[in-house]
């Protein structure tokens, strides 16, 4: 009998799987068993070539989330049963110069272009009656302000709602949404912080973990959440944060 993490005969797409966190998901997928799709808006050669070199499935798929309706079309007829929407952009500014080309760019990508991708994934799951699991990238930032990111930390609290709503109106449908909120992670989005030595160390001082967080932590979330082990657990926003909300 597979044990209750495994993920033999699923699909799933992973959105923004070309670096950081969402390789790391790509990845834990394909070691519980899942075939990946690893998609991005540059190609995801390297996550395939990961995934594959350790003996499991993967293609890629261009996908460009500045257009929020990319995924509109990718889920009819192809089998999908997992859902990880982790593409995402940060701009940064003092919120009394933000722009509005900065403020609608995020948006886009974090919000609209997330909202319209599950949709397109749980239509195509509740004509067929299937079940399936979704998980969204949401953060820290779902809970609190930040400094210099406003449309980025709206768009994360969007996130955290789009995740409630749906979960609220695809569970009698056996289908389960939940969204993952990273604290501080080792990826490019926060190069320029780790990089600035008083910024960092204001970080560090404030995590009880002590550490950055590795983005192979939230691929264990992610791979636990699609699992039969959370086949109960809809609409939570999971915090990966090494302690930081906790304070």
């Known amino acids: ?86 593409a995402g952009i940060i701009r940064r500014n003092d919120s009394v110069d933000f722009t509005e080309d900065d403020w609608d760019a995020v948006m886009d990508v974090n919000a609209k272009a997330l909202f319209f991708t599950c949709q397109a994934f749980g239509k195509e799951l509740i004509a067929k009656g299937a079940p399936g699991a979704v998980v969204n990238i949401a953060s820290l930032l779902s809970f609190q302000g930040g400094i210099r990111v406003p449309s980025y930390t709206a768009s994360k609290h969007g996130v955290a709602g789009i995740t409630k709503i749906l979960a609220n109106e695809w569970a009698p449908h056996n289908i389960t949404v939940n969204a993952i909120a990273p604290g501080y992670i080792a990826t490019n989005n926060t190069e320029a912080l780790r990089n600035d030595p008083d910024r960092a160390k204001a970080i560090l001082d404030r995590i009880p973990a002590g550490r950055w967080g590795d983005p192979e932590d939230i691929g264990g979330t992610a791979a636990y959440l699609c699992s039969r082990a959370a086949k109960y657990v809809t609409g939570a926003v999971l915090n990966v944060d090494g302690g930081w909300l906790a304070r």
């Not at 990319?70 to 990880?84: C, D, W």
């Open 1 to 86: 009998m597979s044990g209750i993490f495994d993920l033999s005969g699923q699909r799933a797409l992973v959105t923004g799987a070309n670096t950081g966190i969402g390789q790391a998901i790509a990845l834990s997928l394909a070691a519980q068993g899942a075939f990946v799709t690893c998609a991005g808006r540059r190609a995801c050669d390297e996550t395939v070539s990961m995934i594959t070199d350790a003996r499991g499935n993967a293609d890629s798929l261009l996908l460009d989330f500045s257009d929020p309706m990319a995924a509109k079309n990718v889920f009819a007829g192809a089998g999908y049963s997992l859902l990880v929407n982790n």
